[in-house]
């Protein structure tokens, strides 16, 4: 079955940059767009950012760009979410996602990963 794993997440003072991979298995991944996404305590989640199966398209929402960046290794299944001048307001349990076409809805993808906590201290 697909699986997707996340790590790398933790806690981190402002300004600080973490390093989150999702490991994927269970699936062709280089025919899947990944998606990360976030949830913080008492909010809903929303989208950081996806990429294409190709790596060629990649979108982020306004409050990260210039701060975060995805990139993906077909090679090693993995897609990953780099974060720098990370913000309290950062914090919340990351996921990362699977479809078949890059989406920034997160209803519309059907594999999540178990998600990692990343905390920005101030």
């Known amino acids: 079955q697909v699986q997707l794993v996340e790590s790398g997440g933790g806690l981190v003072q402002a300004g600080g940059s973490l390093r989150l991979s999702c490991a994927a298995s269970g699936l062709t991944f280089s025919n899947y767009a990944m998606g990360w996404f976030r949830q913080a305590p008492g909010k809903e989640r929303e989208l950081v950012g996806a990429?294409?199966?190709?790596?060629?398209?990649?979108f982020y929402v306004d409050s990260v760009k210039g701060r975060f960046t995805i990139s993906r290794d077909n090679a090693k299944n993995t897609v990953y979410l780099q974060m720098n001048a990370l913000k309290p307001e950062d914090t919340a349990v990351y996921y990362c996602?699977?479809?078949?076409?890059?989406?920034?809805?997160?209803?519309?993808?059907?594999?999540w990963g178990q998600g990692t906590q990343v905390t920005v201290s101030s």
């Open positions: 990429i294409t199966w190709s790596g060629g398209d990649i």
């Open positions: 996602a699977a479809r078949h076409a890059v989406s920034t809805k997160g209803s519309e993808y059907p594999y």
